[in-house]
Protein backbone atom coordinates (compact mmCIF):
# COMPACT_ATOMS: atom_id res chain seq x y z
CA UNK A 1 0.00 0.00 0.00
CA UNK A 2 1.06 3.72 -0.79
CA UNK A 3 0.82 6.69 0.97
CA UNK A 4 -1.53 7.78 -2.39
CA UNK A 5 -3.00 4.74 -3.61
CA UNK A 6 -5.65 5.75 -5.85
CA UNK A 7 -5.12 9.48 -5.06
CA UNK A 8 -5.49 11.99 -8.14
CA UNK A 9 -2.39 14.63 -8.88
CA UNK A 10 -2.22 17.42 -11.44
CA UNK A 11 1.69 18.12 -11.30
CA UNK A 12 2.36 21.44 -13.09
CA UNK A 13 5.73 22.13 -14.69
CA UNK A 14 6.41 18.45 -14.56
CA UNK A 15 8.59 18.14 -17.56
CA UNK A 16 12.33 18.52 -15.68
CA UNK A 17 13.59 19.70 -12.76
CA UNK A 18 11.42 19.35 -9.21
CA UNK A 19 8.21 19.09 -11.16
CA UNK A 20 9.44 15.68 -12.90
CA UNK A 21 11.02 13.97 -9.32
CA UNK A 22 7.94 15.20 -7.67
CA UNK A 23 5.94 13.64 -10.70
CA UNK A 24 7.64 10.46 -10.23
CA UNK A 25 7.87 10.00 -6.51
CA UNK A 26 3.92 10.91 -6.34
CA UNK A 27 3.01 8.08 -8.88
CA UNK A 28 5.87 5.41 -7.31
CA UNK A 29 3.26 6.00 -3.85
CA UNK A 30 0.59 5.06 -6.10
CA UNK A 31 -1.19 8.43 -7.30
CA UNK A 32 -1.96 8.23 -10.60
CA UNK A 33 -0.59 11.61 -12.07
CA UNK A 34 -1.59 14.23 -15.08
CA UNK A 35 2.15 15.26 -16.00
CA UNK A 36 1.63 18.75 -17.16
CA UNK A 37 4.43 20.77 -18.90
CA UNK A 38 4.38 23.33 -21.67
CA UNK A 39 7.52 21.74 -23.13
CA UNK A 40 9.61 23.76 -25.89
CA UNK A 41 7.77 25.30 -29.11
CA UNK A 42 9.43 22.39 -31.16
CA UNK A 43 10.29 19.07 -30.94
CA UNK A 44 9.28 16.62 -28.21
CA UNK A 45 7.47 17.43 -24.92
CA UNK A 46 9.48 16.32 -21.76
CA UNK A 47 6.25 16.01 -20.20
CA UNK A 48 5.50 12.50 -22.31
CA UNK A 49 9.42 10.88 -21.82
CA UNK A 50 8.46 11.57 -17.25
CA UNK A 51 5.03 9.68 -18.56
CA UNK A 52 6.82 6.74 -20.04
CA UNK A 53 8.90 6.39 -16.96
CA UNK A 54 5.93 5.85 -15.03
CA UNK A 55 3.99 3.76 -17.02
CA UNK A 56 7.74 1.50 -17.31
CA UNK A 57 7.18 1.40 -13.34
CA UNK A 58 3.87 0.21 -13.67
CA UNK A 59 2.57 3.97 -12.67
CA UNK A 60 -0.72 5.48 -13.95
CA UNK A 61 0.03 8.79 -15.98
CA UNK A 62 -1.04 10.68 -18.85
CA UNK A 63 0.83 13.96 -20.11
CA UNK A 64 -0.17 17.40 -20.72
CA UNK A 65 0.85 20.35 -22.61
CA UNK A 66 -1.43 23.53 -21.69
CA UNK A 67 0.14 26.57 -20.18
CA UNK A 68 -0.99 27.24 -16.50
CA UNK A 69 -1.05 30.94 -17.62
CA UNK A 70 -3.64 30.59 -19.91
CA UNK A 71 -6.55 30.75 -17.42
CA UNK A 72 -9.24 28.45 -19.92
CA UNK A 73 -5.85 26.45 -20.33
CA UNK A 74 -5.87 25.68 -16.48
CA UNK A 75 -9.70 24.82 -16.43
CA UNK A 76 -9.13 21.80 -19.34
CA UNK A 77 -6.16 20.10 -16.81
CA UNK A 78 -8.09 20.10 -14.30
CA UNK A 79 -10.69 18.28 -16.36
CA UNK A 80 -8.28 16.32 -17.78
CA UNK A 81 -7.94 14.74 -14.47
CA UNK A 82 -10.97 14.32 -14.02
CA UNK A 83 -11.64 12.86 -17.14
CA UNK A 84 -9.32 9.95 -16.95
CA UNK A 85 -9.16 9.28 -13.88
CA UNK A 86 -12.49 10.15 -12.53
CA UNK A 87 -11.59 12.46 -9.92
CA UNK A 88 -8.85 14.98 -8.86
CA UNK A 89 -7.26 14.76 -5.17
CA UNK A 90 -3.97 16.80 -5.42
CA UNK A 91 -2.62 20.02 -7.50
CA UNK A 92 0.84 20.57 -7.09
CA UNK A 93 1.94 24.15 -8.15
CA UNK A 94 5.27 23.48 -9.71
CA UNK A 95 5.69 25.20 -13.43
CA UNK A 96 7.85 28.69 -13.33
CA UNK A 97 10.22 30.50 -15.45
CA UNK A 98 13.12 32.75 -15.15
CA UNK A 99 14.06 36.42 -16.38
CA UNK A 100 16.23 37.64 -13.70
CA UNK A 101 17.42 40.58 -14.20
CA UNK A 102 18.45 43.94 -12.29
CA UNK A 103 14.98 46.15 -12.03
CA UNK A 104 16.72 48.58 -13.61
CA UNK A 105 17.44 46.40 -16.42
CA UNK A 106 14.56 44.39 -16.49
CA UNK A 107 11.69 44.96 -19.16
CA UNK A 108 7.50 44.68 -19.02
CA UNK A 109 7.72 41.74 -20.98
CA UNK A 110 10.14 40.36 -18.31
CA UNK A 111 7.76 40.90 -15.58
CA UNK A 112 4.35 40.09 -17.22
CA UNK A 113 6.05 36.37 -18.17
CA UNK A 114 7.48 35.65 -14.84
CA UNK A 115 4.13 37.17 -12.79
CA UNK A 116 1.94 34.73 -15.81
CA UNK A 117 3.86 31.69 -15.06
CA UNK A 118 4.82 31.46 -11.65
CA UNK A 119 1.65 33.55 -10.11
CA UNK A 120 -1.45 33.90 -12.27
CA UNK A 121 -0.92 29.90 -13.27
CA UNK A 122 -0.88 29.14 -9.13
CA UNK A 123 -4.04 31.21 -9.08
CA UNK A 124 -5.63 30.04 -12.39
CA UNK A 125 -4.79 26.15 -11.37
CA UNK A 126 -5.84 27.00 -7.42
CA UNK A 127 -9.05 28.43 -8.97
CA UNK A 128 -10.42 25.88 -11.35
CA UNK A 129 -9.45 22.96 -8.79
CA UNK A 130 -11.04 25.08 -6.08
CA UNK A 131 -14.43 25.64 -7.94
CA UNK A 132 -14.25 21.64 -8.65
CA UNK A 133 -14.07 20.69 -5.40
CA UNK A 134 -16.76 22.81 -4.11
CA UNK A 135 -18.92 21.54 -6.66
CA UNK A 136 -18.35 17.90 -5.21
CA UNK A 137 -18.93 18.94 -1.81
CA UNK A 138 -22.04 20.49 -2.80
CA UNK A 139 -23.37 17.49 -4.43
CA UNK A 140 -23.06 15.61 -1.39
CA UNK A 141 -19.71 13.92 -2.01
CA UNK A 142 -16.39 13.63 0.24
CA UNK A 143 -13.76 16.17 -0.82
CA UNK A 144 -10.55 15.56 0.64
CA UNK A 145 -8.48 18.01 -1.60
CA UNK A 146 -5.01 19.18 -1.47
CA UNK A 147 -3.01 22.14 -3.22
CA UNK A 148 0.77 22.33 -2.45
CA UNK A 149 1.97 26.03 -3.80
CA UNK A 150 5.73 26.33 -4.96
CA UNK A 151 7.60 29.34 -3.03
CA UNK A 152 11.31 30.28 -2.81
CA UNK A 153 13.75 32.02 -0.07
CA UNK A 154 13.68 34.69 -2.74
CA UNK A 155 9.97 35.67 -2.15
CA UNK A 156 10.62 35.44 1.53
CA UNK A 157 14.22 37.21 1.74
CA UNK A 158 14.75 38.61 -0.86
CA UNK A 159 17.78 38.13 -3.51
CA UNK A 160 19.90 40.43 -6.11
CA UNK A 161 18.71 40.16 -9.49
CA UNK A 162 15.50 38.93 -9.01
CA UNK A 163 12.97 41.58 -8.31
CA UNK A 164 10.15 40.29 -10.45
CA UNK A 165 10.53 36.39 -9.30
CA UNK A 166 10.43 37.70 -5.16
CA UNK A 167 7.35 39.54 -6.30
CA UNK A 168 5.92 36.76 -8.13
CA UNK A 169 6.89 33.82 -5.39
CA UNK A 170 5.52 36.06 -2.39
CA UNK A 171 2.61 36.40 -4.11
CA UNK A 172 2.15 32.69 -3.97
CA UNK A 173 3.16 33.05 -0.35
CA UNK A 174 -0.23 35.36 -0.15
CA UNK A 175 -2.27 33.56 -2.12
CA UNK A 176 -1.23 30.12 0.13
CA UNK A 177 -2.42 31.90 3.55
CA UNK A 178 -5.60 33.38 1.73
CA UNK A 179 -6.86 30.28 -0.23
CA UNK A 180 -6.09 27.77 2.82
CA UNK A 181 -8.53 30.45 5.28
CA UNK A 182 -10.92 29.75 2.50
CA UNK A 183 -11.12 26.49 1.40
CA UNK A 184 -11.01 25.23 5.26
CA UNK A 185 -14.75 24.60 4.83
CA UNK A 186 -14.36 22.22 1.79
CA UNK A 187 -12.30 19.58 3.49
CA UNK A 188 -9.70 21.41 0.81
CA UNK A 189 -5.89 22.00 2.15
CA UNK A 190 -3.09 24.65 0.64
CA UNK A 191 0.47 24.78 1.79
CA UNK A 192 3.67 25.78 0.30
CA UNK A 193 7.24 24.09 -0.12
CA UNK A 194 10.25 26.61 -0.75
CA UNK A 195 12.80 23.74 -1.81
CA UNK A 196 16.83 24.77 -2.23
CA UNK A 197 17.33 22.34 -4.68
CA UNK A 198 19.69 22.60 -8.28
CA UNK A 199 17.48 23.12 -11.50
CA UNK A 200 17.42 24.79 -14.79
CA UNK A 201 15.71 27.75 -13.07
CA UNK A 202 18.92 28.11 -10.89
CA UNK A 203 21.68 26.77 -13.02
CA UNK A 204 25.37 28.63 -12.35
CA UNK A 205 24.04 29.86 -8.47
CA UNK A 206 24.78 26.37 -6.55
CA UNK A 207 27.53 23.88 -6.73
CA UNK A 208 27.83 21.01 -8.77
CA UNK A 209 26.59 17.79 -7.55
CA UNK A 210 28.93 15.55 -5.32
CA UNK A 211 30.52 12.65 -7.02
CA UNK A 212 29.20 10.59 -4.06
CA UNK A 213 27.13 10.49 -1.20
CA UNK A 214 23.97 12.16 -0.32
CA UNK A 215 23.20 15.36 -2.78
CA UNK A 216 21.96 18.02 -0.92
CA UNK A 217 20.41 20.12 -4.01
CA UNK A 218 18.71 17.37 -5.70
CA UNK A 219 15.39 18.26 -6.78
CA UNK A 220 13.96 14.93 -5.49
CA UNK A 221 14.87 15.77 -1.71
CA UNK A 222 11.64 18.17 -1.86
CA UNK A 223 9.15 15.28 -2.98
CA UNK A 224 8.73 13.32 -0.19
CA UNK A 225 7.59 16.36 1.40
CA UNK A 226 4.95 17.06 -1.43
CA UNK A 227 3.59 13.22 -1.45
CA UNK A 228 3.08 13.92 2.58
CA UNK A 229 1.38 16.96 1.83
CA UNK A 230 -0.57 15.42 -0.99
CA UNK A 231 -1.90 12.49 1.48
CA UNK A 232 -5.00 12.24 3.81
CA UNK A 233 -2.36 12.25 6.70
CA UNK A 234 -1.87 15.96 6.11
CA UNK A 235 -5.46 17.28 6.29
CA UNK A 236 -5.44 18.57 9.65
CA UNK A 237 -2.38 21.21 7.88
CA UNK A 238 -2.75 23.81 6.06
CA UNK A 239 -1.58 27.82 5.40
CA UNK A 240 1.59 26.46 5.83
CA UNK A 241 5.05 27.22 4.39
CA UNK A 242 8.05 24.25 4.68
CA UNK A 243 11.35 24.94 3.39
CA UNK A 244 12.82 21.77 2.50
CA UNK A 245 17.15 21.99 2.79
CA UNK A 246 18.81 18.63 2.03
CA UNK A 247 17.82 16.04 4.57
CA UNK A 248 15.67 18.80 6.75
CA UNK A 249 12.61 19.98 6.59
CA UNK A 250 12.15 23.49 8.40
CA UNK A 251 8.99 25.24 9.51
CA UNK A 252 8.47 28.38 8.29
CA UNK A 253 7.07 31.28 10.10
CA UNK A 254 4.60 33.75 8.39
CA UNK A 255 5.14 37.70 9.08
CA UNK A 256 5.00 38.26 12.73
CA UNK A 257 4.45 41.56 15.04
CA UNK A 258 7.60 42.46 16.73
CA UNK A 259 8.81 45.31 18.53
CA UNK A 260 6.13 48.57 18.83
CA UNK A 261 6.43 52.26 19.01
CA UNK A 262 3.29 54.14 20.55
CA UNK A 263 3.01 57.56 20.53
CA UNK A 264 3.66 60.06 23.36
CA UNK A 265 0.19 61.58 23.28
CA UNK A 266 -2.08 58.64 22.37
CA UNK A 267 -2.89 60.29 18.92
CA UNK A 268 -1.93 60.22 15.70
CA UNK A 269 2.17 59.51 15.01
CA UNK A 270 3.87 62.38 14.52
CA UNK A 271 6.91 62.78 11.70
CA UNK A 272 8.72 64.69 13.84
CA UNK A 273 8.53 62.34 17.33
CA UNK A 274 9.45 59.30 14.59
CA UNK A 275 13.17 61.40 14.44
CA UNK A 276 13.78 59.54 17.84
CA UNK A 277 11.00 56.43 17.63
CA UNK A 278 11.68 54.67 14.27
CA UNK A 279 15.56 53.99 15.92
CA UNK A 280 14.27 53.16 19.54
CA UNK A 281 11.72 51.07 17.33
CA UNK A 282 14.94 49.09 15.48
CA UNK A 283 17.23 49.39 18.78
CA UNK A 284 19.63 52.01 16.70
CA UNK A 285 19.05 54.87 19.32
CA UNK A 286 22.65 55.30 20.79
CA UNK A 287 22.71 54.39 24.99
CA UNK A 288 21.70 57.01 27.22
CA UNK A 289 18.66 58.29 25.86
CA UNK A 290 15.80 58.04 27.57
CA UNK A 291 12.57 56.22 26.40
CA UNK A 292 9.77 57.36 24.12
CA UNK A 293 7.76 54.39 24.60
CA UNK A 294 4.91 54.43 27.02
Known amino acids: MGLLDGRVAIVTGAGRG ?24 QGPNPAEAVVEEILVTGGSAVANGDSVSDWSAAGRIVGQAV ?14 ITRDKMIFSSSEDDFDATIAVHLK ?5 THHAAAHWRERVKSGETVSGRIVNTVSGTGMFGNVGQSAYAAAKSGII ?38 SGF ?68 GTMPGGVTTLQK
Do not use: C, K
Not at 18 to 41: C, E, K, S
Not at 83 to 96: P, Q, S
Open 215 to 282: DELAPENSSGVVAYLASLESGWLTGQILRVEGDRVVRMQPWTADRSYTSRDGTALTSEELVDGVPLLY
Open 174 to 211: GLTLATALELRRYAVTVNAISPLARTDMTAGLLPAAPE
Open 18 to 41: LGRAHALTLAAAGAHIVVNDLGPT
Open 83 to 96: DTFGRLDAVVNNAG
Open 121 to 125: GTYAM
